[in-house]
């Protein structure tokens, strides 16, 4: 897929620049990679990916879902980077993986070092299909003396003292303003960012519609899968792990599971980015407030739609048959009222999931078999007790 040009503007210029010819050279692996000198950055004038419906994600996040595939799961925030993973695949068409990284000179020679986890090919096969690119992000540019940092652009860097050989991922973003530049990346990009690394700030706002809707069928989720009566090894599965795994056969299948839910979900990622444009081209608050309102109660009713058993489904079609789809006031509310002046009936459910092809969507996929026993065949006994031994863990 071919990339519009991303122009930044800076406030220094580049120090490995010799007549014109950039000198420093881009390691990458897996995907074309890109550099930011986010320490030079003042902004953006030409944003390449927003048109795209893009987004940015950590190295963590892909190797979740990969490792959910291939490798054993013993912590239920592995299930919850694994979903967060699945947000990327299932609701954006492209996605720039953010790798911690520094710029370094070496007696005049320049190089960027990438700091990362080790990613499988599994790994970078998942995500193809988002036409990826490893973006790294520059948060320091430092100049190593006999083998040891000396100095670097940002003011009390954790580098200085730090070897060639003891460079780590750790220590790329043990500073606070090194930790902060993921979100920084995002805003000045205005684009999502969905991160699983625990030493990266989360950034989970400014996700337009996508937050709105995941949030409100991702909140009403969890709060089923909690009052479920429990059993000795139940874990919770979030929402789009609990349909990727639904149309699964075992583990092996997954990947191919979610390329064809990818490929379904093509027009929920179109309507999506088109509530997005509502932002800008409201002509009013007001207008404004009751779209997002609309939207918002569409988005609210996925999971009571999905829910509702087949008996439920039948009497409320009767009752649209027998009351000519809601131009008649049934009995009962007409006597309600009467009784109590202030009744107010509650909303039509599927009216509310059939305003919107996300909503729609997504109440009959979440429409699922039980989720217990989903568990027992995706996860072996052992994970099952570490996973809801987690749960505990941080109760505690």
């Given at each position: 897929m071919p990339r519009a040009q991303t122009v930044f503007l800076q406030t220094l210029p580049r120090e490995d620049s010799?007549?014109?010819?950039?000198?420093?050279?881009?390691?990458?692996?897996?995907?074309?990679?890109?550099?930011?000198?986010?320490?030079?950055?003042?902004?953006?004038?030409?944003?390449?990916?927003?048109?795209?419906?893009?987004?940015?994600?950590?190295?963590?996040?892909?190797?979740?879902?990969?490792?959910?595939?291939?490798?054993?799961?013993?912590?239920?925030?592995?299930?919850?980077?694994?979903?967060?993973?699945?947000?990327?695949?299932?609701?954006?068409?492209?996605?720039?993986?953010?790798?911690?990284?520094?710029?370094?000179?070496?007696?005049?020679?320049?190089?960027?070092r990438r700091a990362e986890s080790h990613r499988t090919d599994l790994t970078f096969e998942l995500f193809r299909p988002c036409d990826p690119h490893d973006h790294l992000v520059i948060q320091e540019a430092v100049k190593f003396d006999v083998g040891i940092i000396a100095s670097s652009t940002l003011n009390d860097s954790k580098l200085i003292g730090v070897s060639n050989e003891e460079l780590s991922h750790s220590s790329f973003i043990s500073h606070p303003i090194q930790s902060a530049c993921f979100p920084a990346v995002c805003g000045m990009f205005e684009l999502p960012g969905y991160f699983s690394n625990n030493e990266i700030i989360p950034f989970i706002e400014n996700r337009g519609f996508f937050h709105n809707f995941y949030e409100r069928m991702g909140t009403p989720w969890s709060v089923h899968m909690s009052e479920r009566p429990q059993m000795s090894l139940?874990?919770?599965?979030?929402?789009?792990?609990?349909?990727?795994?639904?149309?699964?056969?075992?583990?092996?299948?997954?990947?191919?599971?979610?390329?064809?839910?990818?490929?379904?979900?093509?027009?929920?990622?179109?309507?999506?980015?088109?509530?997005?444009?509502?932002?800008?081209?409201?002509?009013?608050?007001?207008?404004?407030?009751?779209?997002?309102?609309?939207?918002?109660?569409?988005?609210?009713?996925?999971?009571?739609?999905?829910?509702?058993?087949?008996f439920e489904r039948r009497q409320r079609t009767l009752a649209e048959i027998f009351t000519l789809g809601g131009i008649i006031q049934p009995p009962i509310e007409f006597l309600l009222r009467l009784l109590n002046p202030n009744y107010q009936p509650g909303p039509n459910i599927q009216r509310l999931v059939n305003k919107t092809i996300v909503s729609r969507t997504f109440a009959k996929l979440l429409n699922m078999e039980l989720i217990e026993p989903l568990c027992r065949e995706f996860f072996?006994?052992?994970?099952?007790?570490?996973?809801h031994r987690s749960y505990s863990d941080q109760d505690s």
């Open positions: 010799s007549e014109g010819h950039v000198t420093t050279h881009i390691p990458s692996e897996g995907y074309a990679t890109t550099a930011f000198d986010l320490y030079r950055a003042h902004s953006i004038s030409e944003n390449g990916l927003i048109a795209l419906n893009a987004c940015f994600t950590d190295a963590a996040t892909c190797i979740a879902l990969a490792q959910l595939i291939e490798g054993e799961v013993s912590h239920f925030r592995q299930l919850e980077a694994a979903e967060t993973a699945l947000q990327v695949l299932l609701l954006h068409d492209c996605v720039d993986v953010l790798i911690p990284s520094v710029k370094a000179e070496y007696n005049g020679f320049y190089s960027y139940s874990i919770t599965l979030p929402p789009l792990l609990a349909v990727v795994l639904s149309r699964s056969i075992n583990r092996d299948s997954i990947p191919e599971a979610i390329t064809q839910l990818r490929a379904e979900l093509s027009p929920v990622r179109s309507e999506l980015q088109e509530f997005n444009k509502l932002i800008n081209s409201a002509r009013s608050e007001a207008e404004l407030s009751s779209t997002i309102d609309q939207l918002n109660a569409s988005f609210e009713a996925i999971v009571p739609a999905a829910l509702e058993t087949n072996t006994a052992a994970e099952l007790r570490n996973i």
